[in-house]
């Protein structure tokens, strides 16, 4: 598993490629898992990724998958805000 550093840096590599290049962003909404190999990143077996883009009349919201059994340290982190938010064009990376 890869640093999150690492891991942000790829993922902000990606993005801004996404942001310059128009046929590479029509390419990664086609194929992102291809794309995301390509990149560095680490693609699970067996996962299906979608890519949805937000523009400034439509906001996508991502609802997480629902977690089995959290422990008391995964619950202090939900309802701290812990973790990443991520609205508009701003995401905040908690502690």
Not at 33 to 44: Q, Y
Not at 69 to 80: A, K, N
Request: glycine share 10%; aromatic share 8%; net charge negative.
């Amino acid at each position: 598993m890869e640093k999150p550093n690492e891991l942000d840096k790829k993922w902000g590599k990606l993005i801004a490629q996404c942001w310059a290049d128009e046929a590479f962003k029509q390419r990664f909404i086609a194929d992102p898992a291809a794309v995301m190999k390509e990149a560095g990143l680490e693609v699970p077996e067996g996962v299906e990724f979608k890519v949805a883009e937000n523009t400034d009349k439509v906001q996508y919201i991502l609802l997480p998958e629902k977690p089995g059994e959290l422990s008391d340290e995964q619950l202090d982190g939900v309802s701290g805000g812990g973790g990443r938010q991520c609205y508009r064009k701003h995401c905040d990376i908690g502690d």
